[in-house]
Nanobody, 121 residues
């Protein structure tokens, strides 16, 4: 059984930083990428970042480009999201997902439970 477990969320002031981690246990067949999505109150799930696990290609949502960095440690089967210069509008539940290299939720088969990130002004 595949499990994706996120950690690292919390409360931070605007301008601060957080690093999220997502550890995958079990095999993830037909998955060549891992990504992060977020969902704020009353909003749709939004693409944040994706990384291909073998080559390391990355892609970012427009709202986080230049501030967030996705990386991977294949030996640990873990993906990270370094979030800098955080803004109140970054407040959301952040979800880790495993699937194909894409920017839409339906391309991802496996999902974590989510971790709350709250940015105070």
């Amino acid at each position: 059984q595949v499990q994706l477990v996120e950690s690292g969320g919390g409360l931070v002031q605007a301008g601060g930083s957080l690093r999220l981690s997502c550890a995958a246990s079990g095999r993830t067949p037909n998955s060549n990428a891992m990504g992060w999505f977020r969902q704020g109150p009353g909003k749709e799930r939004e693409f944040v970042a994706v990384i291909s696990m073998i080559v390391g290609f990355t892609n970012y949502g427009d709202s986080v480009k230049g501030r967030f960095t996705i990386s991977r440690d294949n030996a640990k089967n873990t993906v990270y999201l370094q979030m800098n210069s955080l803004k109140p509008e970054d407040t959301a539940v952040y979800y880790c997902a495993a699937g194909t290299y894409a920017t839409i939720p339906r391309a991802f088969t496996y999902w974590g439970q989510g971790t709350q990130v709250t940015v105070s002004s």
